[in-house]
C-alpha cells in the first residue's frame, strides 16, 4: 500500500511562517502531480496548493496564493509547503496528496488517489 506522511505542523501565531514537509518510505512520486490540501472540523476538504512532476508548474487557491509556496524535490522523493503570513483561518488539518498523472489539473477540482494521514497546524491570533 502506498503511504505518504507528512510533518512539520504545530502552533504558531499569526503572522509566523510553517513549513511542512511530506515523503513517501515506499514509493517514487517523481512522475506524479503532487499538492496540498487541508480540512477543518465541519468542513468539506479543500485544495490549497498543487505541483506538477517537474515542480515548475504550481496552482494554488485564492485563499493561500501569495502567502503559500508549494514545492518538490524529485531526488529526495520530498513535497514541501511553505506557509507566511499565517492567519487564524489557516488553522486546519494538513494533508498531503499524490496523483497518478502528472499534470496540476489532476489534482485541482479532482480527489487524488494517495493521502497522507495529515498534520496539524494551529494558528493564534
Known amino acids: 500500500q502506498v503511504q505518504l506522511e507528512e510533518s512539520g505542523g504545530g502552533s504558531v501565531q499569526a503572522g509566523s511562517s510553517l513549513t511542512l514537509s511530506c515523503t513517501s518510505p515506499n514509493h517514487d512520486f517523481a512522475g506524479s502531480a503532487m499538492g496540498w490540501f487541508r480540512q477543518t472540523p465541519g468542513k468539506d476538504r479543500e485544495f490549497v496548493a498543487a505541483?506538477?512532476?517537474?515542480?515548475?508548474?504550481?496552482s494554488y487557491s485564492g485563499y493561500v496564493e501569495g502567502r503559500f509556496t508549494i514545492s518538490r524535490n524529485k531526488g529526495k522523493n520530498m513535497l514541501y509547503l511553505h506557509m507566511s503570513s499565517l492567519k487564524p483561518e489557516d488553522t486546519a488539518v494538513y494533508y498531503c496528496?499524490?496523483?497518478?498523472?502528472?499534470?496540476?489539473?489532476?489534482?485541482?477540482?479532482?480527489?487524488?488517489?494517495?493521502w497522507g494521514h495529515g498534520t496539524q497546524v494551529t494558528v493564534s491570533s
Open positions: 496528496a499524490a496523483s497518478s498523472y502528472s499534470g496540476t489539473q489532476s489534482i485541482v477540482g479532482y480527489t487524488p488517489p494517495y
Open positions: 505541483v506538477d512532476y517537474t515542480g515548475i508548474s504550481t
